[in-house]
């Protein structure tokens, strides 16, 4: 009998551990289409849009806050596609 329950245990253990991965790593909607500068040159002549450049870097903890939040929320994103050229750069890169 205590073998059932350490297993029924564990199982539900595993079970929710799975559960909460999925949720962090999910989909949280939309997501902003960046473009390089390069590519920038070639669009720009088709439609006249302001530009937004994200400067960012690999270990900024408010980068990565700015990913997984404001540029994934659905509004956003289709505010920023319709509105803006959007443009990421990696401030360490040259």
Not at 21 to 29: D, L, R
Not at 81 to 94: C, D, F, L, Q
């Given at each position: 009998?205590?073998?059932?329950?350490?297993?029924?245990?564990?199982?539900?253990?595993?079970?929710?551990?799975?559960v909460m991965?999925?949720?962090?790593?999910?989909?949280?909607?939309g997501s902003?289409?960046?473009?390089?500068?390069?590519?920038?040159?070639?669009?720009?002549?088709?439609?006249?849009?302001?530009?937004?450049?994200?400067?960012?870097?690999?270990?900024?903890?408010?980068?990565?806050?700015?990913?997984?939040?404001?540029?994934?929320?659905?509004?956003?994103?289709?505010y920023l596609?319709?509105?803006?050229?959007?443009?990421?750069?990696?401030?360490?890169?040259?």
């Open positions: 009998m205590i073998k059932v329950i350490r297993i029924v245990f564990l199982l539900a253990i595993m079970l929710s551990v799975a991965s999925a949720i962090a790593n999910g989909e949280k909607g902003v289409s960046w473009i390089t500068p390069a590519d920038l040159a070639n669009i720009s002549t088709e439609a006249k849009k302001p530009i937004i450049i994200d400067v960012y870097t690999s270990w900024c903890y408010y980068c990565k806050v700015m990913d997984n939040t404001t540029w994934r929320n659905d509004s956003v994103a289709a596609a319709s509105n803006y050229y959007t443009v990421k750069i990696n401030a360490e890169n040259k």
